[in-house]
């Protein structure tokens, strides 16, 4: 939150007061867990720190009215002390931002002690497990690592990306390969070990050089990113750093970190070992490199969105480009009055609409291209499809309630809203009909009855008809490649026991786990089996093909 000046705040006395869920107390006061922080030089501003993560800048004139909040003056009292050109609507309207902000005291606040734990859950989907303080360790390691805040590492970090980004086209035809390739079980934990300690060093990475400016990482832990398991470093500290270039620098170094890791493990491969630990590697390099491209999307709340918001040092620039985005549309939508919270920024409302449609075309590509996989992951794949859908679709309706309260709040029209809101209904129940790829997946074997289709206990066989066409694939953890085709047989399925290699991209034949096994016929096949089974069933309308998913996920 940045402080209003004067003139902002009394062009806003002709709008509507912002909600307030609790008003502050009467004297106001700070929340216990508020702690304010004054300037670290004469040119650098206030901040109010929330909690360990939430840091909120005040303009100077702010800062005096938070100076005030210690629970002995009353409202009626400040403008005195506060002095011209402040009245006492200036004062209730300022505390109604900070409290809308949650920073002041109020009777929610033993709720908020709680929630400040070591175990804490983050919205929309993110559950923290803080482990400890890292602050001593990594500010004795900065004494030793200068290196890490100098220009010198940023370069270094990029040479090595560079130069493994080169090594993965020179390594082409093992990196086709090792993603299109069954794994054998150790690579496949190696991966996801590597994968575990590269974000571990990704976040001592933001850690270390927040540390080397003089800044203070204040908790280290592991957790639940969107069902992904991971590590974090909270480095909120360095909205205190003096300069837009060290805020960024932090912000960046861990992918900067990551980045060298991917480079130096594709360099790796190129030396001469054993097949296996060259594709191992090889695919430890991908993951972390792709890990890198993804947190430089500053579209949502990683890496390269806190980069730029720390560059160009504007606090909750998602938040303020998606307010501008809501008030552009609300103005064309209902008439309503323009407000801009980043006039200086003419790229500001596209970047909002981008944030909030972004999770959506995210979470639509990523089913597409996961669609496969998802539907051989059974019970697990089918929860991991709802539960993804559903976080995305939940963000969009958020702000659709947002962008109708603010029109309300502004009064527009009663006939225009419901008119709007109408037309929106209808869109949303024809988008309901849109045309989606239908398929399901599973695998296939060779056994003494013939070449069967395996698929997971929780999907519906019955949706198979005999003569339905199947498609035969040879495929890895990402690529797959078609070695044949057949249809589905007359023969009923049966509950049958099948190597886990029959589902999942591996090697081994054990464990034997519990299928439905489906008979093929006309089988035509180039390769060995086993390998994956795909069947077009068409297109079914997006409502119906998310409710299916729903179904595999909940029937018994």
Same mark, same amino acid.
């Given at each position: 939150m940045t +402080? ?6 009394? @062009?806003?006395?002709?709008?509507t007061?912002?909600?307030?869920r609790d008003?502050p107390l ?6 216990p867990?508020v702690r304010v922080?004054?300037?670290?030089s004469?040119?650098q ?11 909120y800048r005040l303009?100077a ?12 003056r009353?409202?009626r ?6 002095g ?5 609507e ?12 949650e920073?002041?005291?109020t ?17 929309p989907?993110t559950?923290?497990l803080? &482990?400890?303080?890292?602050s001593?360790?990594l ?7 200068r ?7 940023v370069?270094t970090?990029?040479?090595? /990306?560079? @130069?493994?980004?080169l090594?993965? =086209? ?5 990196l ?7 794994v ?6 190696a991966?996801v070990i590597g994968?575990l300690?590269?974000?571990?060093l990704h976040e001592?990475?933001?850690?270390l050089?927040?540390?080397s400016y003089?800044?203070?990482p ?5 957790m639940?990113f ?5 590590f ?9 750093l ?8 932090v912000? &960046?170094a861990?992918?900067l970190?990551? +980045?060298a890791?991917?480079g130096t493990?594709?360099l @790796?491969?190129?030396l001469? #070992?054993?097949?296996?630990v060259? &594709?191992? $590697?090889?695919? $430890?390099? =991908?993951v972390t490199?792709i890990a890198?491209?993804?947190n430089t999307?500053p579209?949502v709340?990683?890496?390269?969105y /806190?980069?730029l918001?720390?560059?160009l040092?504007?606090?909750h620039l998602?938040?303020k480009?998606? %307010?501008?985005a809501?008030s552009?549309?609300?103005?064309a939508?209902f008439g309503?009055e ?5 006039p ?10 981008a944030?909030?449609?972004f ?9 597409? #291209?996961?669609s496969d996989?998802l539907?051989r992951?059974?019970l697990?794949g089918?929860?991991a499809?709802?539960? /993804? ?5 939940s963000g ?7 962008l109708?309260r603010?029109a309300?709040a502004q009064?527009?029209g009663?006939l225009?809203?419901?008119? *709007? ?5 209808a $869109? ?7 045309p989606?790829?239908?398929?399901m997946?599973?695998?296939?074997i *060779?056994?003494?009855?013939?070449t069967?289709?395996? $698929?997971?206990?929780s =999907?519906d066989?019955q949706r198979l008809?005999?003569?339905t ?8 953890? *990402? ?6 085709? %057949?249809?589905?047989?007359e023969?009923p ?7 886990l290699?029959a589902?999942f991209?591996?090697r ?9 096994? /489906?008979g093929?016929r006309?089988?035509d096949l180039?390769?060995?089996?086993p ?10 309308p ?15």
């Open positions: +402080g209003l000046p004067l003139a902002e705040r009394r @062009a806003r006395k002709r709008r007061a912002p909600e307030v008003l009467d004297p106001p006061e700070l929340a867990d922080h004054p300037p670290t004469e040119d501003p206030w901040f109010l720190q929330r909690g360990t993560n939430h840091y303009t004139d702010l800062a005096r009215l938070v100076a005030l909040l210690d629970g002995t009353p409202v009292a400040m403008p005195q002390r506060l011209a050109p402040w009245t006492e200036d004062i209730r309207r300022a505390l109604a931002f900070l409290s809308d902000a920073l002041l005291r009777a929610s606040d033993a709720h908020r002690r709680r929630a400040s734990g070591r175990l804490r859950l983050v919205p989907l559950v923290q803080t &482990l400890f303080d890292p001593r360790m500010a004795a390691a900065a004494r030793v690592t290196f890490a805040a100098t220009g010198a590492s370069w970090a990029l040479a090595i /990306i560079g @130069a493994g980004l090594a993965l =086209v020179i390594s082409a035809g093992d086709r390969a090792a993603l299109g390739e069954p054998p079980y150790l690579t496949a934990v991966v994968t300690a590269a974000t571990g001592l990475g933001h850690g050089v927040l540390a003089g800044g203070r204040q908790r280290i832990g592991v639940l969107y069902l992904t398991p991971a974090f470093c909270d480095v909120s500290d360095g909205w205190r003096p300069s837009h270039r060290q805020r960024a620098h912000a &960046l861990g992918i970190v990551q +980045g890791i991917g493990l594709a @790796a491969a190129l001469p #070992l054993p097949r296996d060259r &594709l191992t $590697l090889l695919l $430890l390099a =991908v490199l890198c491209l993804v999307i579209f709340k990683l890496d390269g /806190i980069a918001m720390s560059w040092d504007v606090t998602r938040d480009a998606m %307010a501008d809501r552009t549309l609300s103005h939508l309503t323009r407000e801009r919270r980043l200086q920024y003419g790229w500001a409302v596209p970047f909002g609409f944030c909030m449609l999770p959506l075309f995210l979470v639509g590509n990523a089913l597409l #291209l996961w996989t539907s992951l059974g697990v089918s929860l499809t709802v539960a /993804i859908v559903t976080v995305a679709l969009l309706v958020r702000e659709i309630v947002r109708f603010e309300r009064r527009a009663a225009r809203r419901w008119t *709007v809101g109408f037309v929106g209904i $869109l949303v129940a024809g988008a309901a009909f849109v989606v790829p239908h398929t997946a599973g695998g296939f *060779v056994t003494d009855r013939g069967e289709m395996m $698929l997971p206990t =999907v066989s008809a005999p003569g066409p199947v498609e035969l694939k040879r495929g890895g953890l *990402v690529l797959d490649e078609r070695v044949g085709t %057949a249809v589905v047989s023969t399925a049966r509950e049958a026991s099948a190597p290699s589902l991209p591996v081994e034949t054990e464990p034997l786990i519990p299928v439905r096994a /489906i093929l006309e089988v180039v390769g060995a089996a390998g994956i089974a795909v069947v077009d069933l068409g297109t079914q997006l409502w119906l093909w998310l409710t299916s998913r729903a179904a595999d996920a909940f029937t018994p």
